[in-house]
């Protein structure tokens, strides 16, 4: 590998988990890599930083069981208008769920459009429970698994690695449902507002 280009595509990206996934991982890399984050305004620039890299790695949050729309947009562009020469693309995604798996689709979505368009499929790593392990005793887990990511995208491997909280289900949906809400309470909202289907404003 010659150099890594690692795209934050998360929609609140300055202020996101996958921005403190991005660099924990190119903290990890041993290769030479530059982190940026995805917006509607800087497609071609991206585009353009891609012919320099030989891999890139998307990070981004699942997004109702797909790819966020930020990076939707940018697939839509490297469509339309490719590097010349394009990376080997590998995916770093996290989800709120406990189970890595939920992030499959979102997964598929990305390998799909590898395939239709002429781009080489790299490694994974799914994250499960991704809101939260990384302010938790387990965060050394999440840690582990994105520097084996690192080693993997250096050395040319195409691996699919997952890493979760290893807690009984029912107990993370009690911890999660206890701090949900907590942060109603602190932004003045009940647990019967964030209950209905009602949207701000509507």
């Known amino acids: 590998m010659d150099k890594l280009l690692i795209l934050n595509a998360s929609p609140r990206a300055p202020k996101s988990n996958s921005k403190r996934y991005a660099q924990l991982f190119a903290n990890a890399c041993p290769a030479e890599s530059v982190c940026r984050n995805v917006n509607k305004n800087n497609h071609a620039e991206l585009i353009g930083a891609m012919e320099e890299c030989s891999d890139l790695l998307f990070v981004f949050p699942l997004y109702a069981d797909g790819i966020p729309v930020t990076l939707l947009r940018l697939l839509k562009d490297m469509e339309e208008t490719p590097p010349q020469k394009k990376p080997v693309v590998s995916v770093l995604i996290n989800c709120g769920f406990l189970e890595p798996a939920q992030n499959d689709v979102a997964i598929d979505m990305v390998r799909l459009f590898c395939a239709q368009n002429g781009y080489d499929f790299g490694s994974v790593l ?30 040319g491997k195409k691996r699919t690695l997952k890493v979760s909280m290893p807690l009984p289900k029912k107990l993370f949906l009690r911890a999660s449902r206890s701090y949900w809400e907590n942060y109603g309470r602190k932004n003045g909202v009940t647990k019967e507002e964030m209950s209905t289907m009602r949207i701000e404003g509507e």
């Open 126 to 155: 799914k994250i499960g429970s991704g809101e939260a392990i990384l302010d938790t005793p387990f965060a050394a887990f999440a840690r582990a698994k994105i520097k084996k990511l690192a080693l993997c995208i250096a050395k």
